[in-house]
């Protein structure tokens, strides 16, 4: 079976700017977890959709949002960029959302 | 502030010998932990996870033991080898309702293998 799979793999954007990442899941998941990670504040969680639905969101501004289509892929979008989102940012998929199982990441420059 | 914390940000091992690494969670109620490891430039990969109805749960050269009386948790690596160096991450996987789940990470150990 083919891991989770996001694109692009790496972005440079300038402030002001947004931007869209793109997430696979492992074929047969239905949930879709985003998390980013940073050197300072380590792998914090953004959101989780199962079945095109949030089912659940972490402490992040509302410039953060995400979506999920009904073939299970799912895309995040940060609008506005600032310095401060420079991150690697994760998916995870899993059948339910109990284990979850990372891609390789896309990592954010914001110049 | 975190439920999920690493005793030691690194640890350096010679090849061969075993390797332990800690980590403490603070919420009681938690049943679900996993550790991941993650090599440079890679997203986390899943080692092994445990219930907290387990105290013990073996796995391929990897042994995740669970205290629950302390809230402790440890990962064994038996015989470690260079390709197991990396920071290693255990994750409390909470259940937030309605089906979904959370994970709040640790900040992680990184292991260095020494040739």
């Known amino acids: 079976k083919a891991g989770v799979t996001q694109t692009p793999r790496y972005l440079i954007k300038t402030r002001g700017q947004q931007v869209t990442l793109s997430c696979s899941p492992i074929?047969?998941?239905?949930?879709v977890s985003w998390y980013q990670q940073t050197p300072g504040q380590g792998l914090q969680f953004l959101f989780e959709?199962?079945?095109?639905?949030?089912?659940n969101k972490g402490n992040f501004p509302g410039r953060f949002s995400g979506r999920q289509f009904s073939n299970s892929r799912s895309e995040m979008n940060v609008s506005t960029l600032e310095l401060g989102d420079s991150a690697l940012y994760l998916c995870?998929?899993?059948?339910?959302?109990?284990?979850?199982?990372f891609g390789p990441g896309t990592r954010l420059l914001v110049l | 502030g975190e439920s999920v914390g690493l005793h030691l940000p690194t640890l350096s091992v010679q090849e061969g010998d075993n390797s332990i690494i800690n980590c403490a969670y603070s919420?009681?109620?938690?049943?679900?932990f996993i550790w991941y490891k993650q090599e440079s430039g890679k997203g986390p990969q899943f080692i092994i996870d445990?219930?907290?109805?387990?105290d013990k749960r073996q796995g391929q050269r990897v042994t995740v033991l669970l205290n629950k009386t302390v809230k402790h948790l440890s990962l064994q690596i038996a015989a470690t080898q260079p390709g197991d160096s990396a920071v290693y991450f255990c994750?409390?996987?909470?259940?937030?309702?309605?089906?979904?789940?959370?994970?709040?990470f640790g900040k992680g150990t990184k292991l260095s293998v020494i040739p």
């Open positions: 995870a998929s899993s059948w339910k959302g109990e284990t979850q199982y």
């Open positions: 959709y199962f079945s095109e639905t949030q089912r």
């Open positions: 445990i219930r907290s109805n387990m």
């Open positions: 074929s047969g998941h239905r949930s």
């Open positions: 919420n009681s109620a938690s049943d679900y």
């Open positions: 994750a409390e996987n909470r259940n937030s309702g309605a089906g979904s789940y959370q994970l709040t």
